[in-house]
């Protein structure tokens, strides 16, 4: 059974921090592409960063310079490291496994908000 887990979400002042994980079970973590997206209220979800499984990343330019995304494969867990949090990172941040997969978890909650 395929299931990926995220957890580190919560409620953040502006230029505040926080890390996000995802803990996946059940899938070749090695094999995949991982994703970060995210989604505020009355918008479509969004990319926001990815990494493969040799370490490349890309990133949205709204986040550039303030999120790093990371995974370890010996845990089979892809992280999301945010800093300098603006009210407009607001949103729920799931992750996902590879591209084209149905292969989602069931997202957190990210509050920047003073």
């Known amino acids: 059974q395929v299931q990926l887990v995220e957890s580190g979400g919560g409620l953040v002042q502006p230029g505040g921090s926080l890390r996000l994980s995802c803990a996946t079970s059940g899938i070749r973590f090695t094999y995949y592409r991982m994703g970060w997206y995210r989604q505020a209220p009355g918008k479509q979800r969004e990319l926001v960063a990815t990494i493969t499984d040799e370490g490349r990343t890309t990133y949205v330019d709204s986040v550039k310079g303030r999120f790093t995304i990371a995974r370890d494969n010996a845990k089979n867990t892809v992280y999301l490291q945010m800093n300098d949090l603006k009210p407009e990172d607001t949103a729920v941040y799931y992750c996902?496994?590879?591209?084209?997969?149905?292969?989602w978890g069931q997202g957190t909650q990210v509050t920047g908000s003073s």
């Open positions: 996902k496994a590879g591209i084209t997969t149905n292969y």
